[in-house]
């Protein structure tokens, strides 16, 4: 006996909206990231920090703009937006927090 398995794929139209969207979305990354480049390119080596505290804020916004757009988590409801947004806050203090106490710390054993 012999058995015939056969399946049938019905292609679906493409969803405008969604194709649109995409783009939208990699067109706001690259816009982000065309701005760090350039800032990366005209902002003078002395000023460092300057420089730094523009590229990190960036790439947060970055990363909240990646975090809600495809993780979906610009459709969640607001409490669970803020579950993750505060404790997240709190992380990043507490590093730059530990991070400028240890240079302190530092500075005066070191350095005195």
Same mark, same amino acid.
């Given at each position: ?19 649109? !969207? ?5 067109? /706001?990354?690259?816009? $982000?990231?065309? #701005?760090? %480049?350039?800032?990366?390119?005209? +902002? ?29 988590? !610009? ?5 669970? /937006?803020?579950?993750? $947004?505060?404790? #997240?806050? %709190?992380?990043?203090?507490?590093? +730059? ?16």
């Amino acid at each position: 006996m012999h058995a015939e398995e056969t399946s049938h794929v019905q292609v679906q139209p493409a969803d405008k909206k969604k194709i649109q !969207k995409i783009w939208k979305t990699a067109g /706001i990354l690259a816009l $982000i990231t065309i #701005l760090e %480049f350039i800032i990366a390119f005209t +902002i003078p080596l002395e000023m460092a920090t300057l420089r730094i505290a523009i590229f990190v804020a960036m790439t947060i916004v970055k990363a909240f703009y990646i975090v809600s757009e495809f993780m979906h988590l !610009k459709y969640e409801t607001k409490s669970l /937006i803020w579950s993750i $947004i505060i404790p #997240l806050i %709190f992380v990043v203090w507490m590093l +730059i927090a530990f991070l400028y106490e240890g240079t302190a710390i530092f500075d005066v054993r070191y350095l005195n």
